[in-house]
């Protein structure tokens, strides 16, 4: 297409969007809101009803269509109408005018996507280099698709973390702290989450007690209701609540289902009519890509209640909404509020993975003198852990979720700098300098001067993360960085990697242990170095570490050769997504990857004695497919019950990749440490190794693994008459007795077969089209 068909495309689409909006907001403000939402409300119920009992099969062959997302779509116009628009009183409910209504959203769902596609597809080269045309596509699609993309039953936690540097004011400005607002808004999203369920059974309850009635009475059910009621007032209350939030948006009604002060709920709602940009004259009025009025106020006052009408905003700007408004009305707060915000989004990496990070030497806003300009520099969070590094840059950028790209592509091109080229420069000139000399110090200031507070040695490092923190989820855009020109794997060797605060929180649950945690940052770096792959956010990445292991050799794999020019990896959180499902979520148990219990207790005992290696002794190990951890926890099984024979034994783990040489000690027994380290060199030799990991732990033959330790393993060059002994015994053990050979596949597990999408389901390439007509040919 030329660049004036284009134009024309690109203008008769906009047309027909102004249209098709003007014809959905005439639909909402002629009915009563109460009975509209309980209709959309409804058909997002039978929608999951049909869906636990609809195939794969079934929704290839064009089954239910994704209703959950079409009433998302309604619900933000819901919204936004009834903060433009006055209530009329001649409103009645037509279910026709529903169906209509449900029709003319998924025409302007698809208008919208249309008009992403026509409007960046000839995008020139910019700020984002070669990918602009396509980051400018995912910008415009993302703002139009993407809501709530977070685990409804971690919002509590988040919002205590968030807020808690506020406490103080809070209580002065809306008379409730931290932990209160917190658990209001997860009351709010509890309520949305399974209101509807709760109904039901209460409404089942209060049933079978007016049959209960109805029997002591004697008489036929509809004789006795209003008897039941006059007897049981608070019971009948109780029923006539459910039936409200089953059939008329009960469960939207934050006024009833949380504690929140209606001055806070007032700050975060539009009273009706109070709205007057969004449908106001112009281009792209009314359209999805103004900015919708819930991405501003989440809330809506519907006669004296306050009402959550689209969930997902309530949770994706519920939080902006709220400190906005506080600074609104307490406007001297505004410099300590920047300054706690500050010292809140530095340490939460730090503080969310405390137990991930046991021990780890953390210094905030550290100062160094930068090598190449000789000018002061600072960088947020410097983390140290055993011989792991991460390098946290925190940054804000809200400017991404209220200015459309349609509007100011600029803005939002500017947005994702200040989100990731910013915190990837900061970083990128720390790792420059650590690069510049063999130890270099690291300082606070204090009092207006800068003194020394550490010295770093880049060559203590096996892993060096570099990461660039987001208070709030910055999907897709966190996991599309790498993409951008300007990023490259730091010193030519180290990955960027984008993260929220939210990401943590699951984290920090799924990856319980240090070894957990910092294998999965290895793979998720060599991930982050991949170009031309694409998983959509960070929980999609924890999926695919769950399932598979090592998946950055997967992609590598099917990368090879150049034939392809862009893999999608989809639907891989789905693991994880299932475990916040449920009321039995807490309790899991969590996904995890499979390990034989004699490896688990090695890996315990490595994590309790943390000697300084561990880390990377539970990596080589945790590397390791199926075929050699079975290896593995065999030859711990079988020589450790000989330990009461042999105060020690050792065996050697080799193949395509470095041996690993495990020396079993009976408990209580010295360690004869020559003898460890004759032994391990020994072993490095005959199987002609350039490196060996090399642990020793003390057991005792019932299966106690009371310590564990890496050790070095030194590898003679040269023979000479001190080491004869060596070579020696390395022609021994070149005859396979204690050898275990590796040779095996990568992945933790048999690739794991993952559900693609439905023929008829949007390709999750991200261009709008169904699967059938797109990748899925």
């Not at 049959?211 to 509809?222: N, R, T, V, Y």
């Not at 148990?589 to 004699?598: G, K, L, V, W």
């Not at 050898?739 to 999750?764: E, F, S």
Request: proline share 5%.
């Amino acid at each position: 297409m030329n660049e004036k068909k284009r134009k024309e495309a690109a203008a008769s689409l906009l047309k027909d969007m102004e249209k098709t909006a003007s014809q959905v907001r005439e639909l909402i403000v002629a009915m009563p809101p109460h009975d509209l939402l309980g209709y959309i409300y409804a058909q997002r119920l039978m929608k999951a009803m049909t869906d636990q009992n609809t195939t794969e099969e079934q929704h290839d062959a064009g089954g239910p269509d994704d209703l959950i997302n079409e009433n998302q779509f309604l619900l933000e116009y819901v919204h936004a109408v009834l903060a433009t628009d006055a209530a009329r009183s001649d409103a009645t409910f037509n279910e026709g005018q529903c169906a209509e209504l449900f029709e003319l959203g998924r025409k302007l769902r698809k208008q919208a996507m249309f008009f992403a596609m026509v409007t960046s597809a000839n995008t020139k080269d910019s700020v984002f280099g070669p990918d602009t045309a396509d980051i400018e596509f995912r910008a415009k699609s993302t703002w139009v698709m993407l809501r709530g993309n977070r685990y409804q039953v971690l919002e509590g936690e988040f919002y205590r973390y968030v807020l808690t540097p506020h406490d103080d004011v809070l209580k002065e400005v809306y008379g409730i702290g931290a932990t209160d607002i917190a658990a209001g808004f997860q009351a709010m999203t509890d309520a949305s989450r399974s209101g509807h369920a709760d109904a039901i059974t209460e409404m089942m309850k209060q049933f079978d007690s007016v049959q209960a009635f109805a029997a002591s009475q004697a008489k036929p059910l509809e004789d006795v209701i209003e008897a039941w009621a006059a007897a049981n007032a608070n019971q009948a209350k109780t029923t006539s609540r459910a039936m409200d939030d089953m059939f008329r948006g009960g469960v939207a009604n934050v006024s009833r289902h949380t504690k929140l002060p209606p001055t806070l709920l007032s700050d975060l709602a539009y009273q009706r009519g109070e709205e007057t940009e969004f449908f106001s004259a112009g281009d792209f009025a009314g359209t999805p890509y103004r900015t919708l009025p819930a991405r501003k106020k989440p809330l809506i006052q519907l006669g004296s209640d306050y009402y959550a009408v689209d969930p997902c905003f309530t949770r994706d700007s519920g939080y902006r909404a709220l400190l906005y408004n506080l600074l609104q009305r307490k406007p001297d707060y505004k410099k300590t509020f920047e300054d706690r915000q500050k010292t809140m989004s530095e340490a939460a990496f730090a503080d969310v993975l405390a137990t991930q990070l046991p021990g780890a030497a953390v210094f905030h806003e550290v100062y160094y003198k930068d090598s190449v300009s000789k000018q002061w520099s600072e960088n947020d969070t410097l983390i140290l852990v055993d011989d792991v590094l991460f390098l946290v840059e925190a940054k804000a950028g809200a400017a991404a979720t209220i200015a459309s790209p349609a509007l100011d592509f600029g803005r939002h091109a500017q947005s994702v700098q200040d989100l990731v080229l910013k915190a990837y420069k900061q970083c990128e000139r720390f790792f420059n300098y650590l690069n510049s000399a063999d130890e270099v110090p690291l300082y606070h200031l204090v009092g207006g001067k800068y003194e020394e507070c550490g010295r770093v040695r880049r060559s203590d490092y096996r892993v060096m993360v570099p990461i660039g923190l987001t208070v709030e989820s910055f999907s897709p855009f966190s996991a599309y960085c790498k993409e951008l020109p300007q990023v490259e794997p730091l010193l030519g060797r180290h990955a960027f990697v984008s993260l929220s605060i939210d990401d943590l929180f699951v984290l920090k649950r799924l990856l319980p242990t240090p070894g957990e945690f910092a294998h999965y940052m290895e793979v998720r770096q060599a991930v982050a170095g991949i170009r031309r792959a694409h998983l959509f956010d960070e929980l999609d990445h924890l999926g695919a570490y769950l399932k598979k292991n090592r998946f950055d050799q997967d992609i590598a794999d099917q990368l090879k050769g150049g034939k392809v020019n862009m893999l999608i990896w989809d639907g891989m959180s789905d693991i994880v997504d299932r475990s916040f499902e449920g009321e039995g979520w807490r309790s899991g148990p969590f996904p995890t990857q499979n390990f034989p219990e004699e490896v688990q207790k090695l890996f315990e005992a490595l994590d309790a004695t943390r000697a300084r290696g561990w880390l990377s002794a539970e990596s080589h190990i945790r590397d390791l497919g199926e075929e050699g951890r079975n290896n593995l926890a065999k030859m711990l099984s079988d020589l450790r019950q000989t330990l009461n024979q042999h105060p020690a034994r050792y065996f050697t783990l080799s193949g395509d990749r470095e041996p690993l040489f495990v020396w079993l000690q009976q408990h209580d027994h010295q360690i004869d440490w020559a003898k460890v380290s004759d032994k391990a060199s020994a072993a490095a030799l005959a199987v002609k190794a350039s490196n060996v990991i090399g642990v020793v732990a003390e057991v005792s033959a019932d299966g106690t693994y009371h310590r564990a330790q890496p050790f070095a393993v030194r590898i003679p060059t040269a023979r000479t008459e001190e080491n004869g002994h060596v070579y020696e015994d390395a022609k021994r053990m070149a005859q396979p007795t204690r050898a275990v050979n590796l040779n095996q596949p990568k992945n933790v597990i048999p690739p794991v077969k993952t559900k693609r999408p439905g023929r008829n389901y949007p390709c999750p390439c991200g261009s709008g089209v169904k699967y059938k007509r797109c990748h899925g040919r």
